[in-house]
């Protein structure tokens, strides 16, 4: 699981909105955010968009944490209630998986353990294994 924790250590984007991974297992993640201004919209809730990202990024360290390429054929999410300060949660857990295709739920959870999010992905599974060695 370390190559998986260096390969995702390059995500720029999750960087740079403030993700951190906290878990990996196989087919399971764990990703938190703390909650800044930046991500905040017009009627100062967490914006749509930061909350999609954490999510997604638990999906996608979930889904290559079986060490081959696994890229995103659909995700969708549905968000429960707004956030406004604290830490977010994403926890990914693998649902089912074949050779090529698997499914996973990504709840996202505020501070006090409520669900923020759900969001349900696909992807296809790739043969390739994932290239960890640059850091």
Same mark, same amino acid.
Request: charged share 20%; proline share 1%.
């Given at each position: 699981?370390?190559? =998986?924790?260096?390969?995702?250590?390059?995500? %720029?984007?999750?960087?740079?909105?403030?993700?951190?991974?906290?878990?990996?297992?196989?087919?399971?993640? %764990?990703?938190?955010?703390?909650?800044?201004?930046?991500?905040?919209? +017009?009627?100062?809730?967490?914006?749509?968009?930061?909350?999609?990202?954490?999510?997604?990024?638990?999906?996608?360290?979930?889904?290559? +944490?079986?060490?081959?390429?696994?890229?995103? =054929?659909?995700?969708?999410?549905?968000?429960?209630?707004?956030?406004?300060?604290?830490?977010?949660?994403?926890?990914?857990?693998?649902?089912? =998986?074949?050779?090529?295709?698997?499914?996973?739920?990504?709840?996202?959870?505020?501070?006090?353990?409520?669900? =923020?999010?759900?969001?349900?992905?696909?992807?296809?599974?790739?043969?390739?294994?994932?290239?960890?060695?640059?850091?």
């Amino acid at each position: 699981m370390e190559s =998986i924790k260096r390969f995702f250590k390059n995500d %720029k984007f999750g960087e740079h909105v403030g993700i951190e991974l906290l878990e990996v297992s196989v087919g399971s993640a %764990k990703v938190k955010m703390e909650i800044k201004d930046y991500h905040l919209n +017009s009627h100062k809730t967490v914006h749509g968009g930061a909350i999609f990202t954490l999510a997604d990024l638990a999906f996608a360290v979930a889904s290559n +944490s079986h060490g081959t390429i696994a890229a995103s =054929i659909n995700a969708n999410i549905s968000y429960i209630k707004a956030a406004t300060t604290g830490t977010l949660i994403a926890e990914a857990k693998e649902v089912a =998986i074949n050779p090529k295709l698997a499914t996973y739920t990504i709840h996202v959870t505020d501070d006090a353990g409520d669900i =923020i999010a759900i969001f349900q992905g696909m992807v296809y599974r790739k043969k390739a294994a994932i290239d960890a060695s640059h850091e």
